[in-house]
């Protein structure tokens, strides 16, 4: 490189004067993978005296020097890069987009490092320190860096299919940030869980089950007890053959340590921190979780932060249920919400039996005005009419079916119970027993048989032999609608094994034994064509299971005999 190629000065100079030979060999010097870090930092040297004269007629050669691999070179090339940029960007903010995106794109490993893998992540964690570095003195220099950021961050973010190492990468760079720009955690949160949301739907739990061979037939888990061999109870399953679920696993890990390192400090709860960091989470789930169809796991990053505080748990359950209550609000919206509600309540552990209670007795209630605003000869089963009335009944019988136990075990919580008076919701015109998914149903009849709060096999009986088909006419021609509740359970077994490492001890199994078909005639139409639950500890009238009800009772070899649905809506049997 000759000297005169270095003089910036005298380059413009002569590209102003029409002689374009000095001006073409600076940007070919500047292209040369093999320049020199003495070469280059002669020249950024030089530029850095004639920022004021790089207006727009000079985008080329300022395009060139942002091609330049500059962050993982010697110091020396770092200062003086760091140094131009901050003036160029400060003097000329129309190249501030392109400043940023080179930065952004920087985010990204290099693909043609060479070296031991050792040498390759420090030079990669340089590299990321560097841009760190620019971008926070960017951001402090010029107030418009927020703006212009966000959507350069959404649009560079690399596909969902790209190697994981990448998806790795930038995302650990989005998440830090929002340590020297506040503002843009809640957006960047939002654009992390999108692409959660996306890996999500392309990984459904059957998938990452068939991927492993270990499809489940539902009837044989829930009834049969017999697991197939490969079949892991504690639902820890591999997912490194299912590419999709294996980048989930992984974000959803990176997602939930920045959830616990940013609410705790020195493993203590930073409340005020927990707090905001909460507000921005829920806002973000409310935008790309609960509208979205068919997740299985994405939306557990609710379920782990609600477990740092009960106060943050109560107003997540707090937040579904306004939703729920609010009129105006899709249908399909306030089915959702309460969903989640019964869900959660079953299967957080850190949900306490006053929380329960409270939040049952708020359906229970809602269930019974609903109910009251009726006259028994108007009403007639209907889902596509009453979906909000089944979809909380259907999480009434699934929360009571989880903890019961619980419920029954408190102090006066038998007569709790009884004041719910769930003969009157399962006996009543709308038949909710009919409408609910039949596994449910079938459960919540054997726990209220046994502790005789509710009698519900006659009514199971009656919609058995009463079920009829009901066509409607489209515009493909007639199709069969469903009597079955089409609903879903979001908390469903966790089966990611990187991040389940942190939501399985605050994860709440089924623990009851299995319900039991009873010896003799499989068309029975009492009580005896039902299938009991066991009942530890009763509190209130005692049954023991044995030979006098017909059947002998066999304990469980499954851990989760609910473990039986897959997101949204259950494989109807």
């Not at 030079?123 to 350069?152: E, G, W």
């Not at 829920?282 to 379920?303: D, G, I, K, W, Y």
């Not at 943050?312 to 937040?319: K, V």
């Not at 605050?506 to 068309?523: I, K, M, P």
Request: net charge negative; hydrophobic share 40%; glycine share 4%.
């Amino acid at each position: 490189m000759t000297p005169e190629v270095c003089n910036v000065s005298l380059v413009l100079h002569h590209w102003t004067q029409g002689e374009t030979k000095l001006y073409d060999a600076l940007i070919e010097v500047l292209n040369d993978p093999k320049l020199q870090a003495r070469d280059l930092v002669l020249i950024l040297q030089s530029m850095r005296g004639c920022v004021t004269q790089l207006d727009r007629t000079h985008e080329v050669l300022v395009g060139s020097l942002m091609k330049v691999n500059w962050p993982t070179q010697e110091e020396s090339v770092i200062k003086e890069y760091r140094s131009f940029l901050l003036n160029l960007l400060s003097a000329h903010t129309f190249y501030l987009k392109a400043g940023l995106r080179m930065l952004v794109m920087h985010f990204l490993p290099d693909t043609s490092e060479n070296g031991t893998e050792a040498e390759t992540i420090a030079l990669a964690d340089k590299k990321f320190i560097n841009i760190h570095l620019v971008l926070r003195a960017v951001s402090s220099l010029i107030p418009m860096t927020t703006t212009v950021l966000m959507p350069l961050l959404s649009s560079c973010c690399p596909f969902i299919l790209r190697p994981l190492h990448h998806l790795q990468c930038f995302f650990t760079n989005l998440l830090q940030i929002p340590t020297y720009m506040p503002s843009l955690r809640q957006p960047i949160l939002e654009l992390i869980v999108s692409r959660l949301v996306q890996l999500d739907v392309r990984s459904p739990r059957c998938e990452i089950e068939l991927t492993e061979g270990i499809k489940q037939e539902v009837d044989q888990v829930m009834f049969e007890m017999e697991v197939p061999s490969n079949y892991q109870g504690d639902n820890k399953l591999d997912t490194s053959e299912h590419v999709e679920a294996e980048r989930l696993d992984v974000l959803m890990e990176l997602l939930m340590k920045y959830i616990h390192d940013t609410a705790y400090k020195d493993d203590v709860c930073d409340w005020d921190s927990c707090k905001k960091l909460y507000r921005e989470l829920l806002l973000v789930f409310e935008r790309m979780v609960l509208p979205t169809c068919a997740t299985s796991h994405c939306q557990f990053f609710m379920f782990y932060i609600c477990s740092f505080k009960p106060v943050l748990a109560d107003g997540f359950i707090d937040y579904l249920w306004t939703r729920f209550q609010n009129p105006n609000s899709e249908t399909v919206f306030r089915q959702t919400s309460v969903a989640y509600i019964g869900s959660f309540i079953s299967r957080a552990k850190f949900i306490s039996i006053k929380t329960l209670k409270t939040c049952m007795g708020l359906m229970v209630e809602w269930v019974h005005r609903y109910l009251e605003q009726f006259s028994a000869e108007t009403v007639f089963p209907d889902i596509s009419h009453h979906a909000p009335f089944y979809s909380v009944c259907q999480a009434i019988f699934y929360a009571f079916c989880f903890r019961s136990k619980d419920i029954l075990e408190s102090k006066k919580g038998y007569k709790w119970a009884e004041g719910l008076h769930l003969q009157r919701i399962v006996t009543c015109r709308l038949n909710p027993l009919r409408s609910c998914l039949p596994l449910v149903v079938e459960t919540f009849s054997s726990v209220t048989r046994i502790y005789q709060l509710a009698f519900c096999d006659t009514i199971i009986e009656k919609n058995k032999r009463c079920t009829i088909p009901v066509s409607t006419q489209n515009n493909d021609g007639f199709a069969v609608q469903t009597e079955i509740l089409e609903s879903f359970f979001p908390f469903d077994p966790y089966l990611l094994n990187r991040s389940g490492e942190l939501i399985w001890p605050l994860y709440r199994e089924y623990t009851g034994a299995a319900v039991s078909t009873l010896h003799g005639n499989q068309d029975m139409q009492t009580e005896d064509d039902d299938f009991l639950t066991e009942m530890e500890n009763k509190v209130g009238p005692s049954v023991t299971p044995g030979p006098h009800l017909g059947f002998t009772w066999k304990p469980p070899t499954s851990t989760d005999f609910l473990n039986y649905g897959t997101s949204p809506g259950f494989k109807h049997v």
